[in-house]
């Protein structure tokens, strides 16, 4: 288990079930994301974020209370065209 965190992404430890990370492991994998982090480039930082963006499939939004039922049934009459069509 060691050895597939290593070779994975820093934060790839994410992945695994909570019974299958012990302390070290967790330790372990939060340095190497800290350390990820902090030796990132603004450039690099500010790519990331663009591509996390683009890979973005939803968003939370606040709506006003009274108009929370238009908005779910809106969603609802989306999704059934969008499998229609699937």
């Not at 597939?4 to 079930?17: C, D, H, I, M, S």
């Not at 019974?19 to 030796?39: H, N, P, Q, T, V």
């Not at 480039?41 to 968003?59: G, I, M, R, Y």
């Amino acid at each position: 288990m060691q050895r597939v965190l290593a070779q994975a992404e820093p934060w790839g430890f994410l992945k695994l079930r909570a019974k299958d990370l012990s302390w070290g492991m967790l330790r372990s994998a939060s340095a190497r994301i800290i350390e990820y982090y902090e030796s990132q480039t603004d450039d690099q930082a500010l790519a990331e974020q663009k591509h996390a963006l683009e890979k973005q499939k939803e968003t939370l939004v606040d709506v006003p209370v009274e108009l929370l039922p238009f908005v779910r049934e809106l969603i609802a009459k989306f999704r059934e065209s969008r499998e229609s069509r699937d």
